[in-house]
């Protein structure tokens, strides 16, 4: 937020100078809007709403009216809102329109500490675009801003604890299909915007473990877009093919249905982390010779993993995007070659492998240690049947990996009793007494340090006491 002059609202409103980067500013600007310093207090503004009337009394003149073309380059100053200080220390966007102090207060909270959850920092880049795209598409229209806003309460509810299922989330979701019904007889059926709210529909089934209802808002969120002209029409929108992508792999994951579209970008990840002065050195004799016999759809996708995560060993980090990129990339392929909901197939090797690549892969989604925003339990029941149908001929270093990669990322901790014995089992066979000797072993394959490290490290010494 912009320092202002000695004036009336500089003496109301508290301040932080949003141009400086020092982490002493980023810090009280995160304290700034945590704190909510500036709650109760008021500025003249023409669209202001009143403390009664709801969020979905925003008109779309409003927007036109003050000349809002989907940027900030046009906005008037002295009638926009600021969201909270960003904590990157750039200026934020100017909002055009006001909102209650609950939404006010789900969009703070999101920027100030949801985005860094979203989008870990020891991974990613800047997030300066992926901000700026929240808060354009944000105001872009009465539908986007319920859905958004729905979308940010549930993501705020998850990271900081709480039930998921927040009125605040349900009530906006509500205003946005909606007005998606309203939509269907117009032009804008087909929207980009409608098309998002479907799309977050199916997110919330998901969480609700309603797989009926999911699957009938995937139907039609995949006949909306078959009606554009197929994923690849949806514009320059390549954010929001990716966001489809993912949530049409969610399905698939937790249900073991097929998949309804397909997306594979990891030549434009390569090319990224190319130019990020990444040097691609992964080869099966670096962790495991035998991998080389597997079917070559599986050996392509274990070597593009583990370039992936040489790349953020070695200390690079991802443009969010591509990272999203990547995730799809694998999510897609894993699920082509296995599905969840079918047989166990090809040799033991590639079970293991396959299983263990697609536990990876989730935990790069949303979540807290072993705390997930989704729950593949479909995903955990399929690693705990390649387990108890016998890993001895795989190698113990190889069983080590995938019970460490599922027991971090898809196996229950109300339902863990048979992985920590089967860690234990497999530290005898491969001699491991320690956490250094295991991590060792765990690092000649596909492990990302920043992300995995901490919370395997809990789960050996949880498998250690149970030896005990």
Known sequence: MEVGKQSAMSKTFCFIDGTKSDPATRRRARSHAMKGKNVGKTHNRRAKLLPSEPASDLQDSDLQDNGYNGTDSHLPQQQAWTCGPREDGILPLHLPVSTTPQSQHVIKQFFAEVMNCLHPPQL???LDQINSRWLTTLFSNKTAYHCSIALMATLNQFFFGRDVASSEAAYHLTKAVILVKQSLETPEALSNTNISVVNFMVVQELLNGAK??????????????ELRGGILKLGDD????????KTDLDVALHFGTPTCFYRDHMSHVSSHMASCGFVETASFGECYSGFSVMHPSLQQVLLDVANVTSFFNQGFRMAPHFLQEAIVSFGYRLVRFQPMGGPLLGTKLESVCHIALTALM???????GRRRFLQYGLVGQHLKDVVSSGLDEVGSDIRLWVLFLGGISVVSERDDNWLLASIQDAARSSGVQDWGGLHRRLMQFPWIRSLHDAESKKLWYSSVRMGY
């Open 124 to 126: 990613c880049q800047s």
């Open 212 to 225: 009926c209802r999911a699957e009938v808002h995937l139907k039609g969120l995949q006949k909306m877009v």
């Open 238 to 245: 390549s954010v929001l093919m990716v966001k489809i992508c």
């Open 362 to 368: 989730t935990t790069l989604l949303l979540q807290i």
